[in-house]
């Protein structure tokens, strides 16, 4: 089992900047890559960004390169999602996701995450 706990959202300005944060407990220690979606009102959850522990390959949406930046502590327990240059369109409820199974995946598709933390809501006004 993995617990992930995600916080640091909150009501900012467009333009501020935000950190997210995903505290991992559990059997980390198994878990492949871990990952931020989102999900605004009415639509579906769309990825956001992923880091592989192996090797570190990183992935980013379109949408937020050049202004998200994914990392992680050397202890693999914490994911960090820096958001800056934020635009209303970045408002949503974020989630945090970790992938424990064996084998290669596809980190940017939500049907390959094991785990979800329960979200943290980040609202930018314009």
């Known amino acids: 089992q993995v617990q992930l706990v995600e916080s640091g959202g909150g009501l900012v300005q467009t333009g501020d900047s935000l950190r997210l944060s995903c505290a991992a407990s559990?059997?980390?220690?198994?878990?492949?890559?871990m990952g931020w979606f989102r999900q605004a009102p009415g639509q579906g959850r769309e990825f956001v960004a992923a880091i592989w522990w192996s090797g570190g390959s990183i992935y980013y949406a379109d949408s937020v390169k050049g202004r998200f930046t994914i990392s992680s502590t050397n202890a693999k327990n914490i994911v960090y999602l820096q958001m800056n240059s934020l635009k209303p369109e970045d408002t949503a409820v974020y989630y945090c996701?970790?992938?424990?199974?064996?084998?290669?995946?596809?980190?940017?598709?939500?049907?390959?995450?094991?785990?979800w933390g329960r979200g943290t809501q980040v609202t930018v006004s314009s």
């Open positions: 996701a970790a992938r424990t199974r064996l084998g290669w995946g596809t980190p940017t598709l939500n049907s390959e995450y094991d785990y």
């Open positions: 559990g059997r980390t220690f198994s878990s492949s890559f």
